[in-house]
């Protein structure tokens, strides 16, 4: 919004041993001092809209969510995911397949939540957010998990408020895990998106 000033004020001079000192009528002190009442009026009314333009730029937006959307691309825990393009699946033949992969999140941000998508035929199949401590011997801390069902899935979680929300990437490391077992054989287990939502800092 742009904001300008014009001055409408303009004071005639008044001519020594011609005009008279009045307080009425057209040249009068009380037709000039009103005139000066009204452009102090007018600059005031400039100064606020000024000052309301200074404060919409100092003030914060409020963020917005970021998503982060991965492939799967699992490192063996113990039994091996296939990976394919668009993602990973499990084996032919084999009931069981674990793998992690390590993820970075913006730090300072608030995990939101945890989305994954795929197909499962059969079997418990888990995909969690965790993060562990930099420290040697630490144990893994879980953020959010998903259970996810029979079929085509598209499933999401919210993560828990807190702390542990907050990602402090001075002090852990981030990872997804994927865990399944108990499938057939023959049955068709294919993980094709991960998805972390964050609001930055």
């Known amino acids: 919004m742009a904001v300008t000033y014009t001055p409408e004020f303009r004071h005639k001079d008044w001519v020594d041993n011609v005009d008279r ?25 400039i100064m606020d809209k000024v000052s309301d333009a200074l404060d919409a730029l100092s003030q914060t937006p409020v963020p917005k969510p970021v998503k982060l959307t991965l492939t799967p691309t699992l490192i063996t825990l113990t039994d091996p995911w296939n990976h394919v393009f668009g993602g990973a699946d499990k084996p032919s033949g084999a009931t069981d397949a674990s793998g992690m992969m390590s993820v970075t999140l913006p730090h300072g941000a608030t995990i939101r939540e945890l989305r994954a998508c795929g197909r499962k035929d059969s079997g418990n199949l888990s995909v ?24 085509n899935f598209d ?30 054989s023959t049955a068709v287990v294919s993980l094709t998106c991960f998805q972390i939502t964050c609001v930055p800092s």
Do not use: C
């Open 128 to 151: 969690n957010l965790r993060r562990q401590s930099l420290a040697a011997g630490s144990t893994t801390e879980l953020l959010v998990g998903l259970t996810l069902s029979n079929g």
């Open 21 to 45: 000192v009045r307080a009425a009528g057209d040249n009068g002190f009380n037709v000039r001092f009103h005139a000066l009442e009204a452009e102090f009026a007018r600059i005031a009314d």
């Open 155 to 184: 499933s999401s979680a919210v993560a828990p408020a807190g702390a542990a929300s907050k990602v402090d990437n001075d002090q852990f490391r981030y990872y997804l895990t994927a865990e399944l077992d108990g499938a057939g």
